[in-house]
């Protein structure tokens, strides 16, 4: 079992930033990768970005949002970050973080993944 609890969301003016965080814990060690979804209002949940957790590079993004987010891991203290910059008021969304136990599969595809956090509210308004 893997237990993923995000963190930093909130309310930020159009441009801004904000730093998301994705703590993992339990069965750390089966993980394979893990990626960041999002969900607005009325809409189909939206992958966002993408990293592998058990090797160096594998690092994706979606086109929505490439140029603007980054996302990284931090394996000693088990979290997946995504700094999230220019903001814009269509990243309004409930940002959710995932993670997968198999090694290959489709990014973008929610079925891929194993373990979903509660997700996080962010409101990108002025």
């Known amino acids: 079992q893997v237990e993923l609890v995000e963190s930093g969301g909130g309310l930020v003016q159009p441009g801004g930033s904000l730093r998301l965080s994705c703590a993992a814990s339990?069965?750390?060690?089966?993980?394979?990768?893990i990626s960041w979804f999002r969900q607005a209002p009325g809409r189909e949940r939206e992958w966002v970005a993408g990293?592998?957790?058990?090797?160096?590079?594998?690092?994706y993004y979606s086109d929505s949002v490439k140029g603007r987010f980054a996302i990284s891991k931090d394996k000693p203290v088990s979290t997946v970050y995504l700094q999230m910059d220019d903001l814009k008021p269509e990243d309004t969304a409930v940002y959710y973080c995932?993670?997968?136990?198999?090694?290959?599969?489709?990014?973008?595809?929610?079925?891929?993944?194993?373990?979903w956090g509660q997700g996080t509210q962010v409101t990108v308004s002025s």
């Open positions: 339990g069965r750390i060690a089966s993980i394979s990768v």
């Open positions: 995932a993670a997968g136990l198999q090694y290959a599969g489709t990014w973008h595809s929610p079925g891929r993944y194993d373990y």
């Open positions: 990293i592998r957790w058990t090797d160096f590079g594998g690092i």
